[in-house]
Protein backbone atom coordinates (compact mmCIF):
# COMPACT_ATOMS: atom_id res chain seq x y z
CA UNK A 1 0.00 0.00 0.00
CA UNK A 2 2.68 2.51 0.39
CA UNK A 3 4.21 1.66 -2.30
CA UNK A 4 1.30 2.56 -4.07
CA UNK A 5 1.35 5.87 -2.72
CA UNK A 6 4.74 6.43 -3.30
CA UNK A 7 4.46 5.62 -7.07
CA UNK A 8 1.11 7.69 -7.23
CA UNK A 9 3.45 10.73 -5.17
CA UNK A 10 6.32 10.04 -8.11
CA UNK A 11 3.75 10.42 -11.01
CA UNK A 12 2.32 13.57 -9.41
CA UNK A 13 5.73 15.12 -9.11
CA UNK A 14 7.14 14.02 -12.69
CA UNK A 15 3.62 15.29 -14.33
CA UNK A 16 3.87 18.88 -12.64
CA UNK A 17 8.16 18.51 -14.02
CA UNK A 18 6.41 18.01 -17.37
CA UNK A 19 4.43 20.49 -17.31
CA UNK A 20 6.80 22.92 -15.84
CA UNK A 21 9.24 21.89 -18.78
CA UNK A 22 6.76 22.25 -21.20
CA UNK A 23 5.46 25.88 -19.94
CA UNK A 24 9.29 26.93 -19.74
CA UNK A 25 9.82 25.50 -23.18
CA UNK A 26 7.11 26.80 -25.26
CA UNK A 27 8.01 30.32 -23.11
CA UNK A 28 11.01 30.47 -24.20
CA UNK A 29 9.84 30.43 -27.99
CA UNK A 30 6.69 32.66 -27.42
CA UNK A 31 6.44 33.35 -31.32
CA UNK A 32 5.81 31.63 -33.86
CA UNK A 33 8.97 31.39 -36.20
CA UNK A 34 9.76 29.89 -39.52
CA UNK A 35 13.13 28.15 -40.68
CA UNK A 36 15.16 28.17 -43.91
CA UNK A 37 16.62 24.84 -42.81
CA UNK A 38 19.48 24.70 -40.71
CA UNK A 39 18.90 21.40 -39.08
CA UNK A 40 18.20 21.07 -35.47
CA UNK A 41 21.01 20.99 -33.29
CA UNK A 42 23.21 21.83 -35.82
CA UNK A 43 24.31 24.78 -34.65
CA UNK A 44 26.23 25.60 -31.81
CA UNK A 45 23.98 27.33 -28.33
CA UNK A 46 25.56 30.23 -28.76
CA UNK A 47 24.94 30.88 -32.56
CA UNK A 48 21.18 29.96 -31.84
CA UNK A 49 20.84 32.69 -29.28
CA UNK A 50 22.57 35.13 -31.23
CA UNK A 51 20.16 34.64 -34.48
CA UNK A 52 17.03 34.05 -31.97
CA UNK A 53 18.12 38.01 -30.88
CA UNK A 54 18.37 38.95 -34.72
CA UNK A 55 14.56 38.02 -35.94
CA UNK A 56 12.39 38.77 -32.53
CA UNK A 57 12.26 42.33 -33.41
CA UNK A 58 11.12 41.50 -36.94
CA UNK A 59 8.53 39.39 -36.17
CA UNK A 60 6.90 41.35 -33.00
CA UNK A 61 7.14 44.19 -36.20
CA UNK A 62 5.68 42.39 -38.29
CA UNK A 63 3.27 41.21 -35.94
CA UNK A 64 2.12 44.90 -35.41
CA UNK A 65 2.39 45.17 -39.56
CA UNK A 66 -0.30 42.42 -39.84
CA UNK A 67 -2.48 43.79 -37.10
CA UNK A 68 -2.46 47.16 -38.97
CA UNK A 69 -3.49 45.54 -42.20
CA UNK A 70 -6.30 43.79 -40.38
CA UNK A 71 -7.34 46.61 -39.09
CA UNK A 72 -6.84 49.21 -41.50
CA UNK A 73 -7.90 47.34 -44.75
CA UNK A 74 -10.16 44.63 -43.82
CA UNK A 75 -10.77 44.22 -47.30
CA UNK A 76 -7.33 42.79 -47.88
CA UNK A 77 -7.49 40.00 -45.15
CA UNK A 78 -8.24 37.54 -47.42
CA UNK A 79 -5.32 38.45 -49.88
CA UNK A 80 -3.08 38.34 -46.84
CA UNK A 81 -4.16 34.72 -46.46
CA UNK A 82 -3.43 33.68 -50.11
CA UNK A 83 0.50 35.14 -49.64
CA UNK A 84 0.67 33.02 -46.89
CA UNK A 85 -1.40 30.02 -48.40
CA UNK A 86 1.28 30.36 -51.18
CA UNK A 87 4.11 29.83 -49.02
CA UNK A 88 2.49 26.75 -47.30
CA UNK A 89 2.51 25.26 -51.00
CA UNK A 90 6.07 26.33 -52.49
CA UNK A 91 7.56 25.08 -49.09
CA UNK A 92 6.11 22.16 -49.76
CA UNK A 93 7.36 21.24 -52.81
CA UNK A 94 10.57 19.25 -53.11
CA UNK A 95 11.54 20.19 -56.38
CA UNK A 96 15.00 18.23 -58.35
CA UNK A 97 17.45 20.09 -58.98
CA UNK A 98 20.32 19.97 -61.76
CA UNK A 99 23.44 19.30 -58.95
CA UNK A 100 21.17 15.88 -57.80
CA UNK A 101 19.83 16.52 -55.20
CA UNK A 102 16.20 18.43 -54.02
CA UNK A 103 15.24 21.13 -52.61
CA UNK A 104 12.37 23.41 -52.20
CA UNK A 105 11.54 27.35 -52.87
CA UNK A 106 10.12 29.75 -50.59
CA UNK A 107 7.39 31.61 -51.48
CA UNK A 108 7.70 34.58 -49.67
CA UNK A 109 8.43 37.07 -52.65
CA UNK A 110 4.81 37.41 -53.40
CA UNK A 111 3.51 38.39 -49.81
CA UNK A 112 6.66 40.93 -49.35
CA UNK A 113 5.89 42.25 -53.05
CA UNK A 114 2.42 42.68 -51.72
CA UNK A 115 2.49 43.75 -47.64
CA UNK A 116 6.06 44.71 -47.16
CA UNK A 117 9.15 42.10 -46.17
CA UNK A 118 8.03 41.94 -41.99
CA UNK A 119 4.52 40.97 -42.84
CA UNK A 120 5.99 37.80 -44.58
CA UNK A 121 8.12 37.52 -41.54
CA UNK A 122 5.88 36.21 -38.95
CA UNK A 123 3.94 34.18 -41.82
CA UNK A 124 7.05 33.09 -42.51
CA UNK A 125 8.14 32.03 -39.28
CA UNK A 126 4.45 29.95 -38.80
CA UNK A 127 5.59 27.82 -41.89
CA UNK A 128 9.07 27.06 -40.34
CA UNK A 129 7.19 26.27 -37.09
CA UNK A 130 5.45 24.02 -38.34
CA UNK A 131 7.82 22.76 -40.13
CA UNK A 132 10.37 21.99 -37.84
CA UNK A 133 7.48 20.25 -35.23
CA UNK A 134 5.97 17.86 -38.00
CA UNK A 135 8.30 17.48 -40.44
CA UNK A 136 11.97 17.41 -38.48
CA UNK A 137 12.47 20.12 -41.39
CA UNK A 138 14.68 22.98 -39.55
CA UNK A 139 14.17 22.59 -35.87
CA UNK A 140 13.28 24.82 -32.81
CA UNK A 141 16.68 25.88 -31.67
CA UNK A 142 17.89 26.65 -35.36
CA UNK A 143 14.31 28.23 -35.89
CA UNK A 144 15.98 31.86 -35.20
CA UNK A 145 18.91 31.31 -37.48
CA UNK A 146 16.00 30.24 -40.44
CA UNK A 147 13.65 32.95 -39.73
CA UNK A 148 16.82 35.40 -40.31
CA UNK A 149 17.64 33.40 -43.99
CA UNK A 150 13.89 32.59 -44.82
CA UNK A 151 11.33 35.28 -43.65
CA UNK A 152 13.89 37.90 -43.15
CA UNK A 153 16.37 38.05 -45.55
CA UNK A 154 13.88 36.37 -48.10
CA UNK A 155 11.40 39.02 -48.46
CA UNK A 156 13.44 42.16 -47.47
CA UNK A 157 15.51 41.54 -50.73
CA UNK A 158 12.45 41.01 -52.66
CA UNK A 159 10.91 43.58 -51.53
CA UNK A 160 13.86 45.84 -52.44
CA UNK A 161 14.44 44.47 -55.83
CA UNK A 162 10.68 45.05 -56.81
CA UNK A 163 10.57 48.33 -55.50
CA UNK A 164 14.38 49.31 -57.75
CA UNK A 165 12.51 47.32 -60.80
CA UNK A 166 9.65 49.20 -60.66
CA UNK A 167 11.95 52.70 -59.75
CA UNK A 168 14.16 52.03 -63.27
CA UNK A 169 10.46 51.56 -64.88
CA UNK A 170 10.71 47.78 -65.46
CA UNK A 171 7.65 46.14 -66.75
CA UNK A 172 6.19 44.90 -63.56
CA UNK A 173 6.24 41.04 -64.39
CA UNK A 174 9.74 41.26 -64.91
CA UNK A 175 9.73 43.17 -61.48
CA UNK A 176 7.81 40.53 -59.88
CA UNK A 177 9.97 37.50 -61.18
CA UNK A 178 13.43 38.96 -60.20
CA UNK A 179 12.05 40.11 -56.60
CA UNK A 180 11.42 36.53 -55.99
CA UNK A 181 13.63 34.62 -57.96
CA UNK A 182 16.21 36.76 -55.77
CA UNK A 183 14.69 36.60 -52.22
CA UNK A 184 14.51 32.75 -52.71
CA UNK A 185 18.48 32.96 -53.61
CA UNK A 186 19.26 35.31 -50.77
CA UNK A 187 17.65 32.98 -48.32
CA UNK A 188 19.54 30.19 -49.43
CA UNK A 189 22.98 32.29 -49.42
CA UNK A 190 22.19 33.42 -45.69
CA UNK A 191 21.44 30.01 -44.89
CA UNK A 192 25.01 28.88 -45.90
CA UNK A 193 26.82 31.79 -44.31
CA UNK A 194 24.78 31.19 -41.35
CA UNK A 195 26.39 27.69 -41.46
CA UNK A 196 29.94 28.60 -42.45
CA UNK A 197 30.22 31.24 -39.74
CA UNK A 198 29.20 27.84 -37.38
CA UNK A 199 31.73 25.73 -38.48
CA UNK A 200 34.48 27.67 -40.29
CA UNK A 201 36.88 25.20 -41.62
CA UNK A 202 40.38 24.57 -40.05
CA UNK A 203 41.98 25.31 -43.08
CA UNK A 204 40.82 28.26 -44.40
CA UNK A 205 38.38 29.38 -42.05
CA UNK A 206 35.10 31.31 -42.86
CA UNK A 207 35.94 31.64 -46.40
CA UNK A 208 36.46 27.82 -47.26
CA UNK A 209 33.47 27.12 -45.40
CA UNK A 210 31.49 29.38 -46.96
CA UNK A 211 32.12 28.61 -50.42
CA UNK A 212 31.38 24.69 -49.31
CA UNK A 213 28.26 25.63 -47.71
CA UNK A 214 26.51 27.66 -50.90
CA UNK A 215 28.08 25.15 -53.24
CA UNK A 216 25.08 22.92 -51.51
CA UNK A 217 22.41 25.35 -50.83
CA UNK A 218 23.11 28.27 -53.38
CA UNK A 219 23.26 26.46 -56.39
CA UNK A 220 21.31 24.07 -56.07
CA UNK A 221 18.55 26.85 -55.62
CA UNK A 222 19.41 28.49 -58.53
CA UNK A 223 17.18 26.60 -61.29
CA UNK A 224 14.24 26.72 -58.02
CA UNK A 225 14.65 29.89 -57.28
CA UNK A 226 13.67 30.69 -61.20
CA UNK A 227 10.98 28.73 -60.62
CA UNK A 228 9.40 30.39 -57.97
CA UNK A 229 9.91 33.62 -60.29
CA UNK A 230 7.54 32.18 -62.48
CA UNK A 231 4.64 30.62 -60.09
CA UNK A 232 5.40 34.13 -58.42
CA UNK A 233 4.41 35.93 -61.75
CA UNK A 234 1.67 33.69 -62.59
CA UNK A 235 0.22 34.34 -59.25
CA UNK A 236 0.34 38.16 -59.84
CA UNK A 237 -1.18 37.58 -63.35
CA UNK A 238 -4.17 36.34 -61.88
CA UNK A 239 -4.33 38.48 -58.87
CA UNK A 240 -4.04 41.48 -61.71
CA UNK A 241 -7.16 40.12 -63.25
CA UNK A 242 -9.39 39.02 -60.22
CA UNK A 243 -8.08 41.48 -57.44
CA UNK A 244 -7.81 44.45 -58.99
CA UNK A 245 -9.35 46.35 -55.83
CA UNK A 246 -6.87 45.02 -53.78
CA UNK A 247 -3.80 45.84 -55.70
CA UNK A 248 -5.08 49.25 -55.66
CA UNK A 249 -5.83 49.39 -52.43
CA UNK A 250 -1.92 48.59 -52.18
CA UNK A 251 -0.95 50.96 -55.10
CA UNK A 252 0.42 48.38 -56.82
CA UNK A 253 -1.45 48.98 -59.35
CA UNK A 254 -1.55 51.97 -61.35
CA UNK A 255 -3.89 52.44 -64.86
CA UNK A 256 -3.55 48.83 -66.25
CA UNK A 257 -2.93 44.86 -66.29
CA UNK A 258 0.72 43.90 -65.36
CA UNK A 259 1.94 42.60 -68.52
CA UNK B 1 -3.67 35.84 -69.06
CA UNK B 2 -4.82 32.28 -68.95
CA UNK B 3 -2.02 31.39 -72.36
CA UNK B 4 0.55 33.38 -70.08
CA UNK B 5 0.74 31.53 -67.57
CA UNK B 6 0.04 28.42 -69.28
CA UNK B 7 3.21 28.92 -71.08
CA UNK B 8 5.36 29.66 -67.87
CA UNK B 9 3.69 26.98 -65.95
CA UNK B 10 5.46 24.79 -68.42
CA UNK B 11 8.78 26.71 -68.12
CA UNK B 12 8.70 25.44 -64.59
CA UNK B 13 7.77 22.05 -65.13
CA UNK B 14 10.74 21.99 -67.62
CA UNK B 15 13.35 23.13 -64.89
CA UNK B 16 11.94 20.69 -62.99
CA UNK B 17 12.01 17.52 -64.63
CA UNK B 18 15.19 18.33 -66.69
CA UNK B 19 17.39 17.70 -63.76
CA UNK B 20 15.73 14.23 -63.86
CA UNK B 21 16.74 13.51 -67.36
CA UNK B 22 20.34 14.35 -66.96
CA UNK B 23 21.43 12.69 -63.75
CA UNK B 24 19.77 9.33 -64.51
CA UNK B 25 21.95 8.10 -61.34
CA UNK B 26 21.57 10.86 -58.86
CA UNK B 27 20.13 10.18 -55.41
CA UNK B 28 18.27 13.23 -55.56
CA UNK B 29 18.21 13.41 -51.43
CA UNK B 30 17.70 16.99 -49.81
CA UNK B 31 20.21 19.60 -49.23
CA UNK B 32 19.75 19.57 -45.46
CA UNK B 33 21.39 15.93 -46.09
CA UNK B 34 23.81 17.28 -47.56
CA UNK B 35 24.93 19.95 -45.26
CA UNK B 36 24.66 17.70 -42.19
CA UNK B 37 27.59 15.38 -44.61
CA UNK B 38 29.38 18.87 -44.97
CA UNK B 39 29.76 19.62 -41.31
CA UNK B 40 31.06 16.33 -40.70
CA UNK B 41 33.71 16.82 -42.88
CA UNK B 42 34.69 20.21 -41.61
CA UNK B 43 34.30 19.54 -37.72
CA UNK B 44 34.17 15.77 -37.23
CA UNK B 45 33.53 15.53 -33.54
CA UNK B 46 30.59 18.08 -33.86
CA UNK B 47 27.41 16.20 -32.19
CA UNK B 48 24.50 18.32 -32.66
CA UNK B 49 23.31 19.05 -29.50
CA UNK B 50 19.05 19.08 -29.45
CA UNK B 51 17.41 16.41 -31.61
CA UNK B 52 14.13 16.99 -33.74
CA UNK B 53 11.32 16.47 -31.26
CA UNK B 54 9.07 14.39 -32.86
CA UNK B 55 10.46 13.05 -36.60
CA UNK B 56 7.72 11.49 -38.81
CA UNK B 57 8.32 7.73 -38.63
CA UNK B 58 8.90 6.96 -42.41
CA UNK B 59 9.29 8.67 -45.68
CA UNK B 60 6.14 7.83 -46.55
CA UNK B 61 4.32 9.62 -43.41
CA UNK B 62 6.85 12.52 -44.05
CA UNK B 63 5.09 12.90 -47.62
CA UNK B 64 1.72 12.62 -46.62
CA UNK B 65 2.11 15.42 -43.82
CA UNK B 66 3.94 17.45 -46.55
CA UNK B 67 0.87 16.78 -49.05
CA UNK B 68 -1.48 18.02 -46.59
CA UNK B 69 0.66 20.84 -46.26
CA UNK B 70 0.55 21.58 -50.25
CA UNK B 71 -3.19 20.56 -50.19
CA UNK B 72 -4.56 23.20 -47.22
CA UNK B 73 -2.23 25.89 -49.20
CA UNK B 74 -4.10 25.22 -52.68
CA UNK B 75 -7.20 24.66 -51.26
CA UNK B 76 -7.19 28.04 -49.74
CA UNK B 77 -5.71 29.81 -52.67
CA UNK B 78 -8.14 27.85 -54.88
CA UNK B 79 -10.97 28.97 -52.89
CA UNK B 80 -9.57 32.54 -53.00
CA UNK B 81 -9.65 32.82 -56.85
CA UNK B 82 -13.08 30.84 -56.71
CA UNK B 83 -14.19 33.73 -54.83
CA UNK B 84 -12.75 36.31 -56.81
CA UNK B 85 -13.99 35.20 -60.18
CA UNK B 86 -17.64 34.73 -58.82
CA UNK B 87 -17.95 38.12 -57.35
CA UNK B 88 -16.23 39.83 -60.59
CA UNK B 89 -19.02 38.33 -62.40
CA UNK B 90 -21.64 39.17 -60.08
CA UNK B 91 -20.69 42.85 -60.17
CA UNK B 92 -20.10 42.46 -64.09
CA UNK B 93 -23.82 41.24 -64.30
CA UNK B 94 -25.37 43.56 -61.84
CA UNK B 95 -23.99 46.63 -63.96
CA UNK B 96 -24.98 45.08 -66.39
CA UNK B 97 -28.70 44.60 -65.63
CA UNK B 98 -28.79 47.94 -64.02
CA UNK B 99 -27.70 49.14 -67.54
CA UNK B 100 -30.36 46.96 -69.03
CA UNK B 101 -33.00 48.23 -66.99
CA UNK B 102 -31.98 52.37 -67.55
CA UNK B 103 -32.80 51.47 -71.12
CA UNK B 104 -36.60 50.09 -70.12
Redesign the interface.
Known sequence: MMKLETILDLMKRLKLFITTAFLIYFMLIPLPAFAMHVMEGFLPIGWCVLWYAVSLPFIVYGLRAIKKIVSDKPSLKMLLGLSGAFIFVLSALKIPSVTGSCSHPTGVGLGAILFGPTAMTVMGSIVLVFQALLLAHGGITTLGANVLSMAIAGPFVAYATYRLCRSINLPQWMGVFLAATLGDLCTYTVTAIEMALAFPATDGGFTVSAVKFLSIFAVTQVPLAVCEGLLTVIVFNVLSTYSVEELQELSLFSNKGCN | ?LC??VI??F??IT??????L??TK???????D???D??K???AD?V?????????PSSEV?SL???L??A??????GY??G???AM?QKTFKDSTSEHANKHD
Open positions: MKNLLLCIAVTPLIHASFTGTDQAVAVEIKYPWMRPLWTPAIFAQAAGMGFIYIYKRR
